[in-house]
């Protein structure tokens, strides 16, 4: 089955940049979607079909998909970033979906 | 205000049983598949299971395949996971989920613990 991978933690200083990646064997031939989970709540969709942005999300939170790698990138990072993020597929050739281990960014 | 919610959430012993529900509120539920998402206590997230819009299809995770059920009663906008043979490590917050007009996940209900414990 289609297995994905994701970065150690991550910790970043408010106002700056972070970067989340998500690994997977030619992942660049799906669509990645990520998701935010804060401390004690259910997850949020933040960005859908690698680089779209649901209603509501600010335009602070991006993605890329190239290759082997996925990106979420946080620009202008705030202490409400401070969560886990999870990547996120569907593997067509199991139809089952899979999702990243996830990571934690940290706001310093 | 859209929203789901979900109940049956509770210690239960290994091997027995057990249905959780979810009632969709200020949805049009028989338009959407539906899908169950868990999470053990300080891991990830894990899909369990998703059914089609009428409940004429179902697809099942590798580890909950034989032992799980899911269905749904659009009548009364209510989805279920029936949960048999319980284990230890089907320990773990479980999400009643909706998805979007593709493969993601757009909304999320606040979940319901479930123990299996002796």
């Known amino acids: 089955s289609y297995v994905l991978t994701q970065a150690p933690p991550v910790s970043v200083a408010p106002g700056q940049t972070a970067t989340i990646t998500c690994g997977g064997n030619s992942i660049e031939n799906k669509r990645v979607h990520w998701y935010q989970q804060r401390p004690g709540q259910a997850p949020v969709l933040v960005v859908y079909d690698d680089s779209d942005r649901p209603s509501g999300i600010p335009e602070r939170f991006s993605g890329s998909n190239s290759g082997d790698t996925a990106t979420l990138t946080i620009s202008r990072v705030e202490a409400g970033d401070e969560a886990d993020y999870y990547c996120?597929?569907?593997?067509?050739?199991?139809?089952?979906?899979?999702f990243g281990p996830g990571t934690k960014v940290t706001v310093l | 205000q859209v929203q789901l919610v979900e109940s049956g959430g509770t210690v239960v012993q290994p091997g027995r049983a057990l249905r959780l529900s979810c009632v969709a509120s200020e949805l049009i539920f028989s338009r959407f598949a539906m899908h169950w998402v868990r999470q053990a206590p300080g891991k990830g997230l894990e899909w369990v299971a998703l059914i089609s819009n009428d409940g004429s299809k179902e697809y099942y995770a590798d580890s909950v395949k034989g032992r799980f059920t899911i269905s749904r009663d659009n009548s009364k906008n209510t989805l279920f996971l029936q949960m048999n043979s319980l284990r230890r490590d089907d320990t773990a917050v479980y999400y009643c989920v909706k998805p979007g007009g593709g493969y993601y996940f757009d909304l999320w209900g606040q979940g319901t613990l479930v123990t299996v414990s002796s």
């Open positions: 996120h597929v569907w593997d067509s050739s199991s139809d089952h979906y899979v």
